[in-house]
């Protein structure tokens, strides 16, 4: 092959090879947002809590756990993250129960024990739906705790419902734009199917919101979290851990803020 061909051609394998990188990624999106999906099936009995189904209104069935608390305390409705379980909050449940709250955890439809396949507009809808049944349950308010790709549940079930307060721990801003910074090499604004517009919603929620994040954290920078907390109205506020990252924030300090902040909620009610 003459080196003129040769250089003619090297511009062509390279376009084939972006273009095939770019559809390997649009077409393997939802496995790599959602990997908890379709993992092994939860282990019976339930490690906390009454196990509980909710049915959404497109006919998904979500399996769930559930610790009632006290009648006149709010109970926590959790939205985990990604690759998560509802199984691994027991240590949640024991901690909020001894102060007498209650923690309902649910599975996104497509997760262990739910039905369906996860999509943004598919987990949103479980969100409203876990809030819903919920609702007749409490009796003193629900607050709405998200975690990393939950906190985006989490806004948009705030936005739209009357939660009693908000907890955000490892938010961000939108996943189109954490996206954005680690696929810098994509046009990922066309590709991404499930964008989770937090930094469109948020302004909807007035209600007392706490935002917590790692400072080490190497999944969702801590500039995203500032990013949407500077977004968010008033009520709010943020702690930053110095020491935490991304898996490692729940701890006791954390979850002691997480209580405080759930009880401060019903001592400033009028």
């Known amino acids: 092959m003459s080196a003129t061909r040769y250089l003619l051609i090297l511009p062509l394998m390279a376009a084939i090879t972006y273009m095939a990188v770019v559809a390997l990624v649009f077409f393997s999106q939802r496995s790599l947002l959602y990997p908890g999906a379709g993992a092994a099936p939860l282990p019976q ?139 810098r090499f994509l046009p990922v604004a066309v590709l991404l199917k499930d964008p989770f517009r937090s930094d469109l919603n948020i302004g909807k929620v007035r209600q007392p919101k706490l935002f917590l994040h790692g400072r080490l954290d190497d999944s969702i920078p801590l500039s995203s979290g500032e990013a949407l907390y500077r977004l968010a109205p008033e009520p709010k506020q943020m702690v930053i851990y110095d020491g935490a990252g991304h898996n490692d924030i729940f701890n006791d300090n954390m979850v002691g803020d997480v209580i405080r902040f759930v009880e401060a909620l019903k001592e400033n009610r009028p």
Not at 164 to 170: M, P, Q, R
Request: with cysteine.
């Open 45 to 183: 009995p339930a490690s906390w809590g009454e196990t509980v189904h909710v049915k959404t209104p497109d006919g998904e069935m979500l399996h769930g756990l559930y610790s009632q608390g006290d009648s006149d305390k709010p109970c926590v409705l959790l939205f985990f993250g990604n690759g998560d379980r509802v199984d691994n909050y027991a240590f949640l449940a024991q901690a909020l129960a001894t102060r007498g709250i209650g923690l309902l955890a649910i599975s996104y439809r497509g997760y262990p024990g739910s039905t369906g396949s996860p999509s943004e507009q598919g987990l949103l809808t479980d969100g409203i739906a876990a809030f819903d049944w919920l609702s007749a349950k409490a009796g003193s308010g629900i607050v709405v705790l998200g975690r990393s790709l939950g906190t985006g549940v989490a806004v948009n079930t705030a936005a739209n419902r009357p939660a009693a307060g908000v907890i955000l721990v490892s938010p961000y801003l939108s996943v189109l734009s954490v996206a954005q910074t680690r696929y």
